[in-house]
C-alpha cells in the first residue's frame, strides 16, 4: 500500500502551500484533493501543481474574455477548445478597433456602397427618382368598393362672401387699386372670389370710397366699371348698382356734400362707356321723389347733352396730378387766381388748389401770385394774395419751404418781370415788407430781396428829384 501511494505521488507530485496541509489519509484524501481542485479553479485557493494552476489560469481568462465580447461578437462562431484556447470561424471578420467602437458601417465586405433599396427606402422618402407609378387600378371585390364614386369629379369650392366680410375684403382691393392703378389685377382678384349675389354690391362700394378720395382716384374708379362689366359683372348688375347708389344718396351726402353732382358724373361717363343704355335716365322721368336723386340724373342729363354739342365725357374728371403737363398746371392756377381776385372767397380757392393734387409744384403756384401781383395795379389785389398765402400756409396746404422757394424764384427773374412791368422792384419791396410784418417770411429772407438803384437829375439842379420811371 505504501508502495502504491509512493509510485503515485512520483507520478503527480504536489506543492502544498500551507505548511498545515497534509497528504495523509489514503486514497480517499487524494479523491477530495482532486475534486476541490476542479471545483474551485476560479477560486482565491489552489492547491494544485505548477501545470494545473498555469491551466486553470488560461480557462478563466478566456471565459472573462468570452463574457465580454458575447454581446458585441454574437454569432461569429467563436467557442472554446478543450485546451481553453479561443476556436474562431475562417470566413468572420475581426471586430471593430477600439476607437470605432460606435461606427455602424459594415466591414464584411459586402455591398458596393450604393444608398439603401436603391434611395427609395428610409424615413420621408417617395420612392425612386424618376419613378413612375402606374394608375391604381379599383379592386370591384374590395369590401369598400362603392361603385358610385367611379364618376365623381372633385373641385375648389371656395363659400360666397356675406355681407359682413364683404365690405372687409374687397376695400383693401379699391384702395390698393387707387394705388396702382392696375384693372386687370382687380378683374383677377374678383374672379377668385365668390361673388354670389354680392356681385351689384361692388359698383357702390367702389364709388363711395372715390367720393372721399381725389379727382384722380375717381377717373380710376370710372375706368375700373368700365373694365368689370365683362369679366365680372353684366349690364343687369350694373344697372341694380347704379339703382343701389340714388337710393344711398341721403347717407353718401353726410360725408360729402357734393355726392349728387359727383354721382350725376358717374353716371353720364358710365353711359358714355356703353356699360348703362341711354334709355337709363329716361327710365326714372316722373318716378323721382328724393331731391339728391333728382339732382343726380339732372346733372348725367346736362353732360350728355353738352357731349352731343362736341365735349368730351371721358375727360371730365381730368388727369391726376403730376400727369399732366406744366404748362396746363400753370394756365390753371393762373385761371385758379383770376377767380379769387373776382370771388375774394379763399375756402374755394384753397379746395381748388387740393383738387390740382400737385402739392410738389405748389411753390410754382406762390410764384404765379407774386407776379399777378407786380403786374397788376392797385393795392387790393397786393392784399388779397397777402391774405390768401397766409391762409394757406396756416392750413400747411403751402409749406414754409415751398413759399421761400417761390419768393426766391421771384428774386431771380425780377429782371425780366420788370421789362414787362416797369414798377416791378417798387411793388415788391412793398410787398416783402408787408409779409415780413404780417409773418409770412422772416427777415433772413426780406433781406434778399433785390432793390434797383435810384438814378437822380444832377445836371439840371433839381435838387434830388427822384424819377418817376425808374421807381
Known sequence: MAADCQAWLNANPVEADDPNDSLSGGEDNVGVSNRNLNEEVNGNWISSSSNSIHEARLKAKAKRKLRKNSS??????????????????????????KNKLLDRKSRLGKGRGLPKKGGAGGKGVWGRSGEVYEPVVVDEKDPNYDGAQENCVYET????????????????????????????????????LNLGPMRSEVPPLAVALALESKVSHRELTSRLLADLCGPVLTHSDMECSFDRLLLELPDLVLDTPGAPQLVGQFIARAVHDKILSWSYIDGYKGKVDCEYTREALD??????????????????????????????????????????????????????????????????????????????????????????????????????????????????????????????????????????????????LRDLCPSRGRKRFVSEGDGGVIKLESC
Open 299 to 444: 346733372r348725367a342729363a346736362v353732360l350728355l347733352k353738352i357731349r352731343k354739342g362736341g365735349v368730351r365725357v371721358d375727360s371730365q374728371w381730368g388727369s391726376g396730378g403730376g400727369q399732366r403737363p406744366v404748362a396746363q398746371l400753370i394756365r390753371e392756377m393762373n385761371l385758379l387766381l383770376k377767380e379769387f381776385i373776382l370771388s375774394g372767397d379763399i375756402k374755394e380757392a384753397e379746395r381748388c388748389l387740393r383738387d390740382l393734387e400737385v402739392p410738389h409744384f405748389y411753390h410754382k403756384f406762390v410764384y404765379e401770385a407774386i407776379v399777378m401781383v407786380l403786374e397788376s395795379k392797385g393795392e387790393r389785389t397786393l392784399h388779397m394774395i397777402l391774405n390768401l398765402l397766409k391762409s394757406l400756409c396756416e392750413s400747411t396746404i403751402i409749406t414754409v419751404d415751398q413759399l421761400r422757394r417761390g419768393y426766391e424764384r421771384v428774386y431771380m427773374d425780377i429782371a425780366e418781370i420788370n421789362i414787362d412791368a416797369p414798377r416791378a422792384y417798387f411793388i415788391l419791396e412793398q410787398f416783402v415788407d408787408k409779409s415780413l410784418s404780417i409773418g409770412l417770411i422772416n427777415a433772413r
Open 157 to 192: 369650392v371656395v363659400p360666397p362672401l356675406d355681407e359682413r366680410d364683404f365690405e372687409k375684403t374687397l376695400t383693401p382691393i379699391v384702395q390698393e387699386y387707387f394705388e396702382h392703378g392696375d384693372t386687370n389685377e382687380v378683374v383677377e382678384l374678383l374672379a377668385d
Open 72 to 97: 458585441r461578437d454574437s454569432g461569429r462562431g467563436d467557442s472554446l477548445s478543450d485546451t481553453g484556447d479561443i476556436m474562431r470561424g475562417t470566413n468572420i471578420a475581426p471586430t471593430s478597433p
